[in-house]
């Protein structure tokens, strides 16, 4: 009996879960139509390459956002670490034309676990919130990019022709770029349902006090989550480099709001202890859908700003509501099921 | 000799010492940089290209107090200027379109106060949205080029001088902080601030209309990057929809190394007001040095860091025991109160 509650609670939750992401197709399915039928050009294979190439990077960097966002923190300075790696991917290969890619890369997600390691221990060890930590480290990142770039510009025919087919090649269709991001997606995924230390950022985000007595290292779980996230966002400067043409010291600036817009559209509870890699997968594409369309009706670069920024605001207040509601439910069954053991008590 | 010792220590301990020390120390190496700098008509100057951070500082400080951010205060300036600059262009009175630029920074303010306060979501991802939307919606209402050529009755407030030498925008930033310290500290409304920031709950239990108290902060937040705005319009002479953008560091950063505690119920005037100047010094500093401005950003957010970092960590030390000194709650942020650190209770609700 009691059992049988508890999975009928479990699942109550599930079903919350996948109305969220139900929400968002049933929300990119209105903008696909909606834009099918206003821009021209909206239709097309080509253009829908194009969405897969914005959406890739997206995907990459709000994954190791949401690990952060997931454990109750906030990492703002995303987009600073995406530009930083890019220039140095960018730069690397300026210099070495024959570098082999794989070692480029790694070394972007190199750059990027650093500055990834310094939010975390920040947060962490020195006590700083999240929200400041990152706010002085997007400061100082970027300001690191203006050291290291040195006012230079390294544009795209000083780069070797195998890394901008990165994003110029499609294999079976889709663009390289959006099978890396479809790549880290399912190992993200996989990740986060399966692995001990991601499942305590769950736990972590839930109830951080909790998560503490019941043994669990939060400390050291946190600064796990931030270097993810510094890897995945180096590993997103190293696709921006081959995605745009001209890399420099103010690369992916204000890149972080497109990042946490795709994470909290995809159902993440900027609370922490929910969210998944899928609906930030489709958080991504419908920003990215929306954002394209806007682009094929000619409307200013700056309504996507603005969309953007009421679009954070709209899924929070959703996932808010939401959240409420199930909470809500949950207590009432709670209460109908203490009302029914001491009814049952009271009997005998 | 004791007491006296005890004193000393005591007075050490109280952040705004800390931030005049510092204030005369970044003083001294800015002397040796320029001979220019310790003149008085510099000196008075010092503060007037960071007037509109500090009026943004000062309206930020009250959200923090009460246990909220609102970092969408920049974009607020920019509608805000932007808006201004719109119904002046359009042939209002410049005047009137004054007093519509600072209802429309308000309203702006009051969006964020309903989100927060009513509607009870986290002030963090509402102004991360807000500061987006706030900051589009300038871009939209002012694509392009800005709108310069204003009269000088109203520029004066930003870029005007009394004698030649003392400039209005510190009369302004001066007259701000001695009549929000007053609200801060001296009435109720300022209590109940630090009463909500403390403990939201109990806050409620005591009576206080926390929901109201809510919105009228940020809408006051609002209000003041409308004044900050007229300030900036004043000293840079102009009117554009990248109006503040980059200030948010340094207006954070202000209030924090202000000494107000990041999650709210303490805090004051005088601590962001020092830190204001502290931050000013810096950069002026900074640019007699001949460093670059994202150079100088990377100074300014290590110090901001150091500074949190140093408070807790004071606060650590202080927890394992140093039995002369009484224990306060700390100075910036009570992260080791949260991770169970803190053995004293918190008896009393304060502004230092």
């Known amino acids: ?348 | 000799m004791r007491t006296a010792l005890l004193f000393v220590g005591r007075l050490l301990a109280r952040w705004e010492v800390l931030l005049v020390i510092a204030i005369v120390g970044v003083g001294i190496w800015s002397a040796t940089l320029s001979p220019f700098f310790f003149v008085r008509a510099n000196l008075l100057d010092l503060l007037t290209p960071y007037a509109f951070i500090g009026l943004m500082a000062f309206g930020l400080a009250f959200v923090v107090i009460a246990g909220e951010i609102d970092i969408s205060v920049a974009s607020i300036l920019a509608v805000s200027v932007v808006c201004f600059s719109q119904f002046y262009d359009a042939g209002l009175n410049v005047w009137l379109a004054l007093v519509a630029g600072l209802a429309v920074a308000t309203g702006l303010g009051c969006i964020n106060g309903v989100l927060v306060g009513i509607f009870d979501l986290p002030s963090l991802a509402i102004t991360l949205g807000t500061l987006a939307a706030y900051q589009g919606l300038a871009y939209v209402i002012l694509p392009g080029e800005g709108v310069a050529a204003f009269p000088e009755s109203v520029t004066k407030f930003g870029g005007g001088y009394v004698h030649i030498e003392l400039p209005i925008a510190l009369l302004v930033l001066i007259s701000f902080a001695v009549v929000l310290g007053f609200v801060l500290h001296a009435t109720r409304f300022g209590r109940y601030l630090y009463t909500i920031g403390s403990n939201r709950e109990a806050a409620r239990f005591a009576g206080i209309p926390v929901a109201r108290v809510r919105v009228t902060v940020f809408a006051l937040s609002g209000f003041m990057a409308g004044i900050a705005g007229v300030v900036y319009v004043g000293y840079f002479g102009s009117a554009r929809a990248d109006a503040g953008q980059g200030s948010l560091l340094d207006v954070v950063t202000a209030v924090v190394l202000g000494g107000v505690d990041i999650f709210g119920g303490s805090g004051s005037m005088l601590g962001v007001f020092l830190a204001l100047v502290l931050v000013a010094e810096l950069r002026n500093g900074m640019q007699l040095a001949n460093i670059a401005g994202d150079t100088q950003n990377i100074v300014i957010g290590v110090l901001l860091l150091t500074a949190i970092v140093l408070g807790n960590l004071t606060r650590a030390i202080q927890a394992r025991g140093l039995p002369s000194i009484p224990r306060r709650k700390g100075v910036i942020g009570n992260a080791t109160a949260s991770a169970g650190l803190a053995i004293e209770p918190e008896t009393e609700v304060k502004g230092r």
């Open chain 1, 1 to 348: 009996m009691n059992g049988a509650r508890r999975l009928n609670a479990e699942s109550l939750a599930a079903a919350a879960f996948r109305l969220r992401e139900l929400g968002v197709l049933v929300a990119l399915g209105v903008a696909v139509l909606f834009f099918a039928i206003r821009a021209t050009n909206f239709l097309t294979i080509d253009n829908w390459q194009d969405i897969a190439k914005d959406v890739a990077i997206v995907v990459v960097v709000g994954i190791g956002e949401t690990m952060v966002i997931l454990t109750r923190n906030i990492d703002l300075s995303v987009a600073s670490i995406v530009g930083l790696s890019a220039f140095v991917t960018a730069d690397t290969l300026a210099a070495h034309n024959d570098a082999p890619l794989v070692l480029v890369a790694l070394l972007a997600m190199g750059v990027g676990t650093v500055l990834g390691l310094v939010n975390g221990l920040l947060v962490t060890v020195g006590r700083v919130p999240a929200i400041i930590a990152t706010l002085a480290t997007l400061a100082i990142y970027r300001g690191l990019a203006f050291q290291v770039t040195n006012g230079e510009a390294i544009s795209a025919f000083r780069l070797p022709d195998n890394f901008l087919n990165i994003a110029a090649s499609k294999p079976l269709g889709l663009p390289t770029l959006a099978w890396i991001a479809l790549g880290v997606a399912f190992v993200g995924a996989a990740i986060l349902r399966w692995a001990p230390w991601a499942r305590d950022f769950f736990a972590i985000g839930s109830n951080p006090d909790a998560a503490r007595v019941a043994g669990i290292h939060t400390g050291r779980r946190v600064v796990i989550a931030f270097v993810m996230c510094g890897a995945l966002s180096g590993l997103g400067g190293f696709m921006w480099a081959s995605r745009y043409p001209t890399v420099d010291a103010v690369s992916a600036t204000d890149f972080e709001l497109d990042v946490i817009t795709a994470v909290v559209i995809g159902g993440v509870n900027v609370f922490g202890g929910s969210g998944s890699v899928l609906g930030v997968v489709l958080g991504a594409v419908l920003v990215a859908t929306i954002q394209n369309g806007f682009t094929l009706l000619h409307l200013s670069e700056f309504w996507k700003l603005f969309f953007n920024g009421f679009a954070i605001v709209v899924a929070v207040a959703i996932n808010a509501l939401v959240t409420h509601r199930l909470q809500d439910a949950l207590r009432r069954r709670r209460r109908a099921q203490v009302l029914a053991t001491r009814h049952m008590e009271a009997e005998a």
